[in-house]
């Protein structure tokens, strides 16, 4: 597969840049050049705003009705060419066939959620001392929208950011990952298919800097969803100040996994192998930290390398694997660093290789660091690779100190044979997001999000399509 020039969908239509300059993008599984993409310039993203608000003037009287057709309409579309959608983001993402189709059904499931929610946005009364006063609330559509999104889950989390906007009546503007802009293009043409109106949702491509200023400083733009790195998101938080945009934020993560004394060991294994291992690594809320309980230490660790020696790493595109490449180089640098130097502060190697850099490939074997501590840079940066780095406790509220531990607040897990226990471990945990006895938490009808450096705002169900809608309250005397 192989495109060589994909346009934006834009300004009425397929765009190209008036200058003719592409951005090419790199599959990290072949790692040749798979198509290429415009680099559109400010101007024309000024223009491609001013088609959204024109565009927002009729979108917003749509009816619920209309809206909650189109997306189910969209959700059809992406389950019938799922196939080739999935091979697409397999490519050019890097992650298992299976994983990708997986990504396709899992963005579905968003549309239909928010054709769902479509149907559910009330107008609120409240009732007045004085009879002859009426009080009312009515939620109307924010406006033009802008989404910034990452390459590890190039569909998804377009589509759930995507499908809320719509749901809510705003106008859309996405901004894909300059690594992954594949997908998000194949999600344009599954829009202009099932009849999304003109300029309702544009997708563009270029420089990031050149971008992101344009849709920070525009006050045509009213909200910005961004997914991301801490580092990018502080930056967008100064940049809406001028122009107080409404921002909903998915940082960065630094899960932890506490496992009890108590815990079912097979299935912590199979959690922790699901919760680690899953797009190689690469997920906000994969495990970052692994704590568990010294008196069962040993014999997790057992089990959990016997179960990673199972898994299996890419070779060549015709073959089935569990583990794929890193998006890039860049990836496995950072991998390199955080592990050379977890090792050099006393971390023991208890399974695979220490990770390298190898100019030729960006695949990194599994690999299992115990003995680790919060002296190390692993313990407070997010990996984002196959490397699981293990520290032991001695009693709950010791791991439960371990665990919040970081400036990050996204995602945390806890195993325990008593439900009760772990409830009452996870009350105390600062994240956003808690799975007990379970590291699959993503929901399309659950508020997807995290505290501190972690960001703020929601994604999924009715919480997440709060994000995209203003309250104005009337009132009124008859």
């Known amino acids: 597969m192989k495109i060589e020039q994909a346009s934006c969908l834009?300004?009425?239509?397929?765009?190209?840049?008036?200058?003719?300059?592409?951005?090419?993008?790199?599959?990290?599984?072949?790692?040749?050049?798979?198509?290429?993409?415009?680099?559109?310039?400010?101007?024309?993203?000024?223009?491609?705003?001013?088609?959204?608000?024109?565009?927002?003037?009729?979108?917003?009287?749509?009816?619920?009705?209309?809206?909650?057709?189109?997306?189910?309409?969209?959700?059809?579309?992406?389950?019938?060419?799922?196939?080739?959608?999935?091979?697409?983001?397999?490519?050019?993402?890097?992650?298992?066939?299976?994983?990708?189709?997986?990504?396709?059904?899992?963005?579905?499931?968003?549309?239909?959620?928010?054709?769902?929610?479509?149907?559910?946005?009330?107008?609120?009364?409240?009732?007045?001392?004085?009879?002859?006063?009426?009080?009312?609330?009515?939620?109307?559509?924010?406006?033009?929208?802008?989404?910034?999104?990452?390459?590890?889950?190039?569909?998804?989390?377009?589509?759930?950011?995507?499908?809320?906007?719509?749901?809510?009546?705003?106008?859309?503007?996405?901004?894909?990952?300059?690594?992954?802009?594949?997908?998000?293009?194949?999600?344009?043409?599954?829009?202009?298919?099932?009849?999304?109106?003109?300029?309702?949702?544009?997708?563009?491509?270029?420089?990031?800097?050149?971008?992101?200023?344009?849709?920070?400083?525009?006050?045509?733009?009213?909200?910005?969803?961004?997914?991301?790195?801490?580092?990018v998101g502080k930056l967008l938080i100064k940049q809406s100040s001028d122009t107080v945009k409404k921002l909903t934020l998915e940082l960065g993560g630094n899960a932890p996994c506490i496992i009890c004394q108590d815990a079912d060991i097979e299935k912590a294994v199979q959690g922790v192998i699901l919760g680690k291992f899953r797009n190689a690594g690469q997920v906000c809320i994969a495990i970052n930290r692994l704590l568990i309980h010294e008196n069962i230490a040993q014999r997790f660790t057992e089990k959990l390398i016997s179960e990673i020696s199972k898994l299996t790493l890419y070779e060549r595109e015709d073959a089935a694997y569990d583990i794929g490449p890193l998006i890039n180089q860049a990836a496995v640098e950072k991998i390199v660093r955080l592990t050379s130097d977890a090792k050099q502060k006393g971390a023991s190697l208890c399974y695979g290789p220490l990770p390298s850099l190898n100019p030729q490939s960006t695949l990194v074997k599994p690999c299992v660091l115990s003995d680790i501590s919060p002296s190390m840079a692993i313990w407070h940066e997010e990996v984002f690779g196959p490397i699981v780095s293990i520290a032991t406790f001695s009693n709950i509220d010791e791991a439960i100190t371990l665990a919040n531990n970081t400036d990050y607040g996204l995602a945390a897990y806890v195993y325990s044979s008593d439900l009760k226990t772990g409830h009452n471990i996870a009350l105390e945990l600062d994240f956003g997001m808690v799975g007990v006895n379970d590291t699959a938490i993503s929901n399309a009808r659950a508020p997807f999000g995290g505290i501190k450096q972690s960001g703020f705002g929601r994604e999924g169900g009715a919480y997440g399509i709060a994000e995209y809608l203003e309250l104005q309250y009337q009132s009124s005397i008859s």
């Open 10 to 231: 834009a300004q009425g239509g397929w765009f190209q840049s008036a200058t003719g300059e592409s951005h090419a993008i790199i599959s990290p599984k072949t790692r040749h050049i798979i198509g290429r993409v415009p680099m559109l310039t400010a101007e024309e993203i000024r223009a491609t705003i001013s088609h959204s608000q024109r565009a927002f003037q009729k979108w917003r009287h749509s009816t619920p009705q209309f809206r909650a057709e189109i997306l189910t309409k969209l959700g059809a579309y992406l389950i019938e060419h799922c196939d080739r959608l999935a091979a697409i983001i397999s490519l050019e993402q890097g992650k298992p066939h299976r994983e990708a189709v997986g990504e396709v059904h899992y963005s579905a499931d968003y549309l239909q959620c928010y054709a769902e929610e479509a149907l559910r946005i009330t107008r609120d009364s409240i009732q007045d001392p004085n009879p002859s006063k009426q009080l009312t609330v009515t939620r109307r559509p924010l406006g033009v929208v802008v989404a910034i999104t990452p390459w590890n889950f190039p569909l998804a989390m377009l589509t759930r950011k995507m499908a809320a906007a719509l749901a809510a009546g705003c106008t859309f503007i996405a901004k894909p990952a300059p690594e992954t802009p594949l997908s998000a293009l194949a999600l344009g043409e599954a829009c202009c298919a099932v009849g999304v109106p003109i300029d309702v949702v544009q997708i563009v491509t270029g420089d990031a800097e050149i971008l992101g200023k344009e849709f920070m400083k525009s006050k045509t733009v009213r909200g910005v969803s961004f997914t991301g790195s801490t580092e």
